[in-house]
């Protein structure tokens, strides 16, 4: 997992970014957080830098980062910290994420069709006209989350949790739903097609049967 180091500006809370050195390695030192950075556009080009040369990235803490028009293709997360950033045109196939940290982000109009993202969490975060179809969300955490317009299509959403989210004309046709927890969600315009949804979790008092949704 990334490096707990908390910003040395006094009185913040915040975790520090990850620190890079000339070698392009990641080090765990004391330094700041993107607010409080002395260059924050410098620590943000060396951590995009770090993501664009590196296939396999651990333990990254990029809290706070604004990623645009950004592509990643086959790049492998594992133990990262992306809790409040911000993803526009943001593009990867085969994306791979394990115990990654993304809660309140923004995620609009993304692209990461064929990933697999596990024991990873978005809570909290927003979805605008971002696709994710055809990949392996299993075990993940989107409680809080809300979805606009964004498609989870042939997806295995196996065992994650959409409790207290709001799905706005979002499609999860043909998804593996068992286990998929949507308690206290709200869900407009929402499709389900050819998923199994007597198998998802969305009254607590129904033994387990989505039961509104078909």
Do not use: W
């Amino acid at each position: 997992m990334y490096a707990l180091n908390r910003c040395c500006y006094e009185g913040c809370t915040k975790i520090a970014l990850s620190s890079i050195d000339s070698d392009g390695n990641l080090r765990e030192e004391e330094g700041f957080c993107l607010e409080h950075s002395p260059n924050p556009e410098y620590a943000t080009q060396k951590i995009k830098n770090y993501i664009l040369t590196h296939e396999k990235i651990v333990g990254l803490n990029a809290s706070y980062i604004t990623f645009s028009e950004f592509e990643i293709e086959n790049k492998k997360f594992y133990g990262c910290n992306f809790q409040h950033c911000t993803f526009r045109n943001v593009h990867s196939n085969n994306l791979r994420a394990r115990m990654c940290m993304f809660d309140f982000s923004t995620f609009t109009d993304c692209n990461f069709p064929a990933s697999n993202m596990q024991f990873s969490s978005f809570a909290g975060s927003k979805f605008v006209h971002t696709v994710c179809t055809g990949s392996d969300l299993i075990h993940n955490n989107f409680n809080g989350a809300t979805a606009y317009q964004s498609s989870f299509d042939d997806s295995d959403l196996y065992n994650s949790r959409f409790i207290k989210s709001v799905l706005i004309n979002t499609s999860m046709a043909n998804c593996n739903l068992k286990k998929v927890a949507f308690y206290e969600s709200v869900r407009e315009g929402v499709s389900f097609h050819l998923s199994n949804t007597r198998e998802a979790l969305i009254d607590r008092s129904e033994g387990g049967l989505i039961g509104d949704v078909s």
